[in-house]
């Protein structure tokens, strides 16, 4: 689990919530959410040019969205945005019987890699900002799960959806770090077991993070797995006892590692049942099969999701 200080350090604030959307849509509004896609794509494309400390949430509801039209959305970004929790009165929503959450989704703003820097007070670790590469494509949506009791506390435990994405950052020397984004197999608990959800709940857990690499994967030398050879052709003599420095690229492996995260609720609608607001994730990157030493990355941004 994160550390208080990280989340206090890396938590990214919470943007202002947008105005309730009546059901029946009218041209004039229709036309200002044309306006605000578009405003949407150039905010996403300066996002991807300048960084990804940059970046923002997207700034459309749920039911915003499900008015645009696909000409509408196509080339702005959207796609790649989590919807904002609409404004209404009442602000909690009970948890007594059996709830799901749905439409999960999360949407990192800030990519930054952990690394080790020698000072004159000893190595200390520091979190570098970085550049996206990836298209847009690495937001984790409609993921589902159960909401419900475990160890005596209030969980989210996640079973399916679209919860992972490769996704690729640069660092300022240049040097690209590929990692799956994920949260799968998540089980977030609450520090207790409250019976409503509302604004200051806070959930914590681990989470699996599979290889980055699938096992028919081969490499450049046509090693892989399950495929492919056990070593690269050009070094036969490796058979009769050869150089350890080479046995990690020789021994390729499927590697599950672990990540953690931390949410907290900044928005809730009870007659909508959305609920929405800000994490930071830590997780290791790309091993590439097990040849190389994972990083650490840091994930700040926006989540939502509705509750059944």
Same mark, same amino acid.
């Given at each position: 689990?994160? =550390?208080?200080?990280? =989340? ?9 919530? +947008?105005?309730?959307? =009546? ?25 991807? /040019? ?12 749920? =039911? ?23 404004s209404g009165p009442d602000k909690k929503i009970s948890v007594a019987g059996k709830k799901t959450i749905d439409e999960f989704c999360l949407e990192p703003t800030s !990519? ?21 590469t990836t298209r847009q494509t690495y937001v984790l949506t409609g993921i589902n799960g159960d909401l419900k009791t475990v160890d005596g506390k209030l969980a989210f ?15 300022? $020397? /240049?040097? +690209?770090?590929? !990692? ?24 914590? $857990? ?6 980055? +690499?699938? $096992? ?6 046509? +090693? $892989? ?5 056990d070593q690269a052709i050009a070094l036969p003599a490796l058979q009769a006892g050869g150089d350890e420095g080479l046995f990690s690229e020789n021994n390729k492996k !499927? @590697? ?14 009870? @007659? ?31 989540? !939502?999701?509705?509750?059944?």
């Amino acid at each position: 689990m994160l =550390s208080a200080v990280a =989340s206090t350090a890396y938590m990214p604030q919470p943007l202002a919530g +947008r105005a309730t959307q =009546s059901a029946k849509v009218s041209p004039v509004m229709a036309q200002g959410w044309e306006t605000k896609a578009a405003s949407a794509g150039l905010a996403a494309a300066l996002a991807l /040019g300048m960084g990804a400390t940059d970046a923002h949430a997207g700034v459309f509801t749920r =039911s915003e969205i499900a008015s645009l039209t696909y000409e509408q959305i196509k080339g702005t970004g959207l796609a790649n945005t989590c919807p904002n929790v609409e404004s209404g009165p009442d602000k909690k929503i009970s948890v007594a019987g059996k709830k799901t959450i749905d439409e999960f989704c999360l949407e990192p703003t800030s !990519f930054q890699v952990l690394e080790d820097k020698l000072t004159k007070n000893g190595v200390v670790t520091e979190a570098v900002n970085t550049k996206v590469t990836t298209r847009q494509t690495y937001v984790l949506t409609g993921i589902n799960g159960d909401l419900k009791t475990v160890d005596g506390k209030l969980a989210f435990v996640e079973k399916d959806g679209i919860d992972y994405a490769p996704t690729t950052v640069q660092l300022p $020397g /240049g040097e +690209r770090v590929p !990692f799956l984004f994920t949260v799968k197999n998540l089980v977030a608990k609450a520090d207790g077991n409250p019976g409503t959800i509302e604004p200051g709940l806070k959930l914590s $857990g681990s989470f699996n993070v599979p290889s980055y +690499r699938t $096992g028919l994967f081969l490499d450049p030398k046509g +090693r $892989g797995t399950t495929t492919g050879y056990d070593q690269a052709i050009a070094l036969p003599a490796l058979q009769a006892g050869g150089d350890e420095g080479l046995f990690s690229e020789n021994n390729k492996k !499927f @590697e599950v590692l672990q990540g953690n995260i931390e949410l907290k609720v900044t928005d809730v609608n009870n @007659e909508l049942g959305e609920i929405g607001g800000v994490f930071v994730q830590k997780q290791p990157s790309d091993t590439d099969l097990g040849s190389k030493v994972p990083k650490e990355l840091l994930l700040k941004g926006n989540w !939502f999701a509705t509750v059944n």
